[in-house]
């Protein structure tokens, strides 16, 4: 397994054939969004490779030298493997000279279907199991409330800088009226 950039017609075969799919549509960005941030430098698209197959993948805002993890998945098929732990490995190394490495996972919190409850919660484990943290802020974007977690060697950000580095991700792909009326720190 290696992770490996996306070129732009895999982008859009996962796209369309994964994230509809995977996410649901108030949590997915339309992809001519997507593709503007990466031909702007702000955003990376990466599949996790076994050999030409795509097995999953992570999709990455960028700013500077600062992460966040907008969208990752593995493929239904290939789920239960291990693969999403080997995914955040490959992240991680990928990263490794990143200042900052965040991620937004959904709050169960705020669920009143307790089949979505199980699922967010199985999802948010996950995430601590693989290396990342709760940072204890807390986020709604585009109305859906997540929890912001962190991952990395160094030593966690204040709740503060949390903040500070969720909002410039967003203000540095969505236009500023959009930011205003859909994030929310």
Not at 31 to 58: F, P, T, W
Request: net charge neutral; with cysteine; hydrophobic share 35%.
């Amino acid at each position: 397994m290696k992770l490996s950039m996306l070129t732009k017609e895999q982008v859009k075969k996962v796209y369309y054939e994964r994230m509809k799919a995977d996410f649901p549509p108030n949590e997915l960005k339309p992809l001519a969004m997507i593709n503007k941030a990466v031909e702007q430098g702000s955003y990376e698209c990466m599949g996790l490779m076994d050999g030409e197959e795509i097995a999953g993948y992570v999709f990455v805002i960028r700013h500077g030298e600062d992460y966040l993890v907008d969208y990752l998945a593995i493929y239904p098929k290939r789920r239960n493997q291990g693969l999403g732990g080997e995914l955040i490995r490959l992240l991680g190394e990928y990263l490794v000279q990143a200042k900052s490495i965040i991620g937004e996972v959904e709050n169960p919190e705020f669920t009143e279907n307790e089949e979505e409850r199980r699922i967010q919660t199985r999802r948010f484990a996950f995430y601590m199991r693989n290396g990342f943290r709760d940072t204890g802020v807390r986020a709604a974007c585009f109305g859906v409330p997540y929890i912001i977690i962190e991952m990395g060697q160094g030593s966690a950000h204040t709740g503060e800088e949390i903040k500070a580095l969720y909002e410039r991700h967003y203000r540095a792909i969505l236009p500023k009226g959009m930011f205003e009326k859909n994030v929310i720190v």
